[in-house]
Antibody, heavy 117, light 108 residues
Framework: QVKLVQSGAEVKKPGSSVTVSCKSS????????ISWVRQAPAQGLEWMGR????????FYAQKFQGRLTITVDKNTYTANMQLTRLRSDDTAIYYC??????????WGPGTLVTVSS | DIQLTQSPSFLSASVGDRVTITCRAS??????LAWYQQKPGQAPKLLIY???TLESGVPSRFSGSGSGTEFTLTVSSLQPEDFATYYC??????????FGPGTTVDCK
């Protein structure tokens, strides 16, 4: 059964960058896109952006334009999410999600990113 | 972007109760709506998509209805494992996707 395995928790200083990785344990992404969704402490879900590996196409939510970069390594079935110029309100759990045309049917376990001076 | 609202924000219920949550969209999204369940410390789980189609493995006590701008999620007989937070999500003209603010169902 396919699982998404994410990298471990991070603690970052304001102004720095963080990269979270997401590996598909079952191999290829098989026609799916990978989206990133975050959840601040005791808050709701926020969609950040997605990559479609087979098309090398990326789309970012307007809020994150200029700070967010999503890439994929098709050889290792790993997607990466880099967020720059971190602020305290970027503290959140970041989820990678298998994205079937906007349906999020398989979620990674989440990676906690804490931004603190 | 399309905005979603949910009501109520919080709901206290007992095992066996029938529970209904409403999700409203700021514009017509046809049936491009999904529902997710999230328990504390866990990732969300897809319950329903296309407004009323049950995801594989989801108990039949869950059902969804609606189209256009108003949608509902119903749990016909609440079970102990159903106490959780529920989110609606739209994927019309995706991307982007947006989520509702969530409805927390707790034990009365």
């Amino acid at each position: 059964q396919v699982k998404l395995v994410q990298s471990g928790a991070e603690v970052k200083k304001p102004g720095s960058s963080v990269t979270v990785s997401c590996k598909s344990s079952g191999g290829a992404f098989s026609g799916y896109s990978i989206s990133w969704v975050r959840q601040a402490p005791a808050q709701g879900l926020e969609w950040m952006g997605r990559i479609t590996p087979e098309l090398d196409r990326v789309f970012y939510a307007q809020k994150f334009q200029g700070r967010l970069t999503i890439t994929v390594d098709k050889n290792t079935y790993t997607a990466n999410m880099q967020l720059t110029r971190l602020r305290s309100d970027d503290t959140a759990i970041y989820y990678c999600v298998r994205d079937g045309g906007g349906l999020f049917g398989l979620w990674g376990p989440g990676t906690l990113v804490t931004v603190s001076s | 972007d399309i905005q979603l609202t949910q009501s109520p924000s919080f709901l206290s219920a007992s095992v066996g109760d029938r529970v209904t949550i409403t999700c409203r969209a700021s514009q017509d999204i046809s049936r491009y709506l999904a529902w997710y369940q999230q328990k504390p410390g866990q990732a969300p789980k897809l319950l329903i998509y296309a407004a009323s189609t049950l995801e594989s493995g989801v108990p039949s006590r869950f059902s969804g209805s609606g189209s256009g701008t108003e949608f509902t999620l119903t749990v016909s007989s609440l079970q102990p494992e159903d106490f959780a937070t529920y989110y609606c999500q739209q994927f019309d003209n995706y991307p982007p996707a947006t989520f509702g603010p969530g409805t927390t169902v707790d034990c009365k």
